[in-house]
């Protein structure tokens, strides 16, 4: 990158690239020579997705989330289960709640008629998650990109990596903290549920019996448990019943999230978490009450997240279909 091109925004992140030992194998810029608009023609699909269907940057976002918390930022949730082996994507954590594979497929289908076998499926994930957070509202970010696809896909790698919404503190803290992030990007990360939706099944235990001395999870704010009780009530069969996880904001990447927190409208026993320490809940607070601040941790957060587990140089390969490993 040219000097002239070097403004305060990059410098900053720059800086904080270093502070963290970001890999230094994944560069900003990754494709200005061998692929010029790859950017441009992923940011254009998840336009266009957005545009059809706003809910889908909810599900780009937490595709890179599922990505890179299994065998790292490799592509592998996108592999297509095969008759010998079920793919992450087919697991319980996955199915059917995670979406915007199409998008995907045709930022891939783009590119390989411009940049035939140059952009990994792996970088097409953190490109578009990029674009779903600043799509609603939130802050663009430079990606560094050079990461390449794995080989391997196994749906039981979710069960370890990928945290439940029952998780509490700690199991939350010790997960993050073996992917190489902090309590803090672990509370900063948690704002991504500031977008997107979620089917009752993944919270109506806090509903509905939820101990021998309360029906209803008690640290749920009343008059919330019983909208949510209207929404999802005991015994439905109706397995596509969703709500948003920010009433108040649902498609916009805001502190909305935190402040639903701070009210005990968390929708997820993980979300109200957050409050279980001084140190987390003193986030929470500075979080809701600074949006802006937020908006750029979460970037940072990101972006560190996005350096988990990468392979780069000669490891993995470049998948000229997202869904398959090449022959």
């Not at 900053?12 to 030992?21: A, R, T």
């Not at 929404?231 to 019943?241: E, F, L, S």
Request: some cysteine.
């Amino acid at each position: 990158m040219s000097p002239k091109k070097l403004n305060f925004a990059t410098l900053i992140m720059f800086i904080y690239l270093v502070s963290q030992n970001v890999n230094s194998e994944l560069q900003v810029g990754f494709y200005s020579d061998s692929c010029r608009f790859a950017e441009f023609i992923v940011k254009d699909e998840v336009s266009q997705g957005f545009i059809q269907n706003p809910g889908i940057a909810a599900g780009l976002v937490r595709m890179h989330f599922h990505d890179c918390f299994v065998r790292g930022c490799d592509a592998s949730v996108l592999l297509d289960s095969t008759a010998s082996n079920t793919a992450e994507k087919d697991s319980p954590a996955n199915k059917p709640s995670l979406r915007g594979y199409e998008v995907i497929d045709k930022a891939k289908a783009r590119l390989e008629a411009v940049c035939k076998e140059t952009v990994s499926c792996a970088d097409i994930i953190a490109f578009a998650a990029r674009d779903s957070i600043e799509l609603s509202g939130g802050l663009g970010y430079d990606v560094p990109a050079g990461r390449r696809d794995g080989k391997i896909s196994l749906a039981s790698d979710t069960r370890a990596n990928l945290p439940p919404p029952t998780s509490n503190l700690d199991q939350l803290t010790r997960l993050f903290a073996s992917k190489g992030l902090t309590q803090e990007e672990m509370v900063t990360l948690s704002g991504a549920h500031t977008i997107g939706r979620s089917f009752c099944s993944s919270f109506s235990s806090r509903l509905h019996n939820f101990s021998s001395t309360s029906s209803v999870d008690p640290s749920l704010d009343a008059a919330y448990a019983s909208q949510l009780k209207r929404q999802c009530p005991q015994g439905t069969t109706n397995a596509n019943t969703v709500v948003p996880m920010d009433p108040s904001s649902p498609a916009r990447a805001d502190s909305g999230y935190y402040l639903n927190i701070l009210a005990n409208r968390g929708l997820f026993s993980s979300d109200q978490a957050l409050l279980s320490s001084t140190e987390t809940a003193d986030q929470v607070n500075q979080n809701a009450r600074n949006p802006f601040l937020w908006m750029n941790k979460f970037a940072y957060a990101m972006v560190k997240m996005g350096q988990i587990g990468v392979l780069t140089g000669n490891a993995g390969e470049i998948r000229t279909n997202c869904r398959k490993v090449n022959n």
